[in-house]
């Protein structure tokens, strides 16, 4: 087994398929998103996805963006999620010389790949992403999330 990781700057949204895939194996249904809604935030921000790959298939992601200061105060204010909710104007690009704060708005492994390098992998990728971002001046401040337990609680 030899894992891959993909950053998707440079992809068509022709993965974003798979990804639906992964997210019905572990979210509830009202917590999946659709081909749309994950389309719209990917071609917002391209940059936005770390893939892992085993060979061709998808085995886990992480989807992140740069978000706004109205967005980050109603994360921090409310115990609403985001997610379908958010909109464009929300998802920020990545500029030279501006702080920004990223949310990841979802992480999925595959089960069989749990308990391996995968999760590893997909940290340490996301770590490298952000010293690269501040070695270039696009500077990461924050990095917020919110969660779901398996039986639901936020």
Request: hydrophobic share 35%; proline share 2%; aromatic share 10%.
């Amino acid at each position: 087994m030899e894992l891959q990781v993909k950053h998707t700057t440079h992809l068509q949204d022709d993965f974003i398929q798979d990804v639906l895939r992964l997210d019905s194996s572990v979210y509830e249904e009202e917590m999946q998103g659709s081909f749309e809604s994950v389309s719209n935030r990917f071609h917002k921000n391209k940059d936005s996805y770390l893939l892992i790959y085993d060979d061709l298939k998808l085995v886990g992601y992480l989807c992140f963006f740069p978000i706004s200061k109205e967005l980050k105060r109603k994360m921090y204010e409310g115990n609403e999620m985001q997610d379908d909710n958010i909109i464009p104007e929300d998802i920020l690009p990545y500029q030279q010389g501006v702080e920004h704060d990223l949310f990841i708005i979802s992480v999925v492994i595959d089960q069989a790949y749990r308990n391996g390098m995968a999760v590893k992998l997909l940290t340490t990728e996301f770590v490298d992403f952000i010293e690269e971002k501040n070695k270039t001046n696009y500077m990461i401040g924050k990095v917020l999330g919110t969660a779901i337990s398996e039986d639901g609680a936020k």
